[in-house]
């Protein structure tokens, strides 16, 4: 089993709607969570910090289910602007830096 | 501005020809990782610092050696490249203090090897 895993879509979905992407992660011990976006072959950029009571940020919201070892993007009233590939991040281990990156999960918002 | 630079941003070699890629950030930042990129493989780090003279594998080091002699700048050297090696890397940096500090990824850098 892969420590970090998404669905790599592509989820096409029209503008305006609702998608929601899931991350499983292997190591019950993680403890830090993120979702960074990543335009075509560009530099990934933080999109959220995933808390464990969950948090919000405008249309984005990131929740995480330590019992089930997931996390979650919601992302409502998809823009086009929205289409890109979402990278699922984990700190499997507390105290260190090292960085468990998902495949990613891409999004095509279409008009 | 606050950035993560690297050069160079392209680079076709061939096997055998030592290389290295420099990585600088002027954040002030203790640490920096880099990262190769591969179709289906997505991101996975190579080397990690924490500070100066501190450096730590990540999950693929073979092949690789860094060093961090100054705080802003974090080279990734490849003394015999492999065509393995083709890949897009990604130098990162952040604040060390909390782990929920955003990293800063530097543009990539393209490396074919012949």
């Known amino acids: 089993r892969k420590e970090v895993e998404q669905d790599p879509g592509p989820f096409n979905v029209p503008e305006g709607a609702t998608v929601a992407f899931n991350c499983t992660y292997s190591n019950s011990a993680s403890q830090s969570f993120f979702w960074y976006r990543q335009d075509c072959r560009k530099e990934p950029k933080l999109l959220m910090s995933v808390y464990s009571s969950g948090n919000e940020d405008g249309r984005f919201t990131a929740q995480l289910n330590r019992a089930s070892q997931y996390i979650s993007l919601l992302i409502r009233d998809s823009k086009l602007s929205d289409s890109a590939t979402y990278l699922c991040?984990?700190?499997?281990?507390?105290?260190?830096?090292?960085?468990?990156f998902g495949t990613g999960t891409r999004l095509k918002v279409l008009a | 501005e606050a950035q993560v630079t690297q050069n160079p941003r392209y680079l076709i070699t061939v096997t055998g020809k030592k290389l290295t890629v420099t990585c600088s950030q002027n954040?002030?930042?203790?640490?920096m990782s880099w990262y190769r990129q591969d179709p289906g493989l997505g991101l996975r780090q190579i080397y990690y610092?924490?500070?100066?003279?501190?450096?730590d594998k990540g999950d693929v080091p073979e092949g690789y050696k860094v060093s961090r002699k100054e705080k802003r700048n974090f080279p990734l050297i490849l003394e015999s490249p492999s065509p393995n090696q083709t890949s897009l890397y990604f130098c990162a940096s952040k604040h060390r203090g909390q782990s929920y500090n955003e990293q800063f990824f530097g543009p990539g850098t393209r490396l074919t090897v012949l």
């Open positions: 954040m002030n930042h203790e640490y």
């Open positions: 610092s924490m500070n100066v003279e501190v450096t």
């Open positions: 991040v984990v700190n499997p281990t507390s105290g260190t830096y090292k960085y468990i």
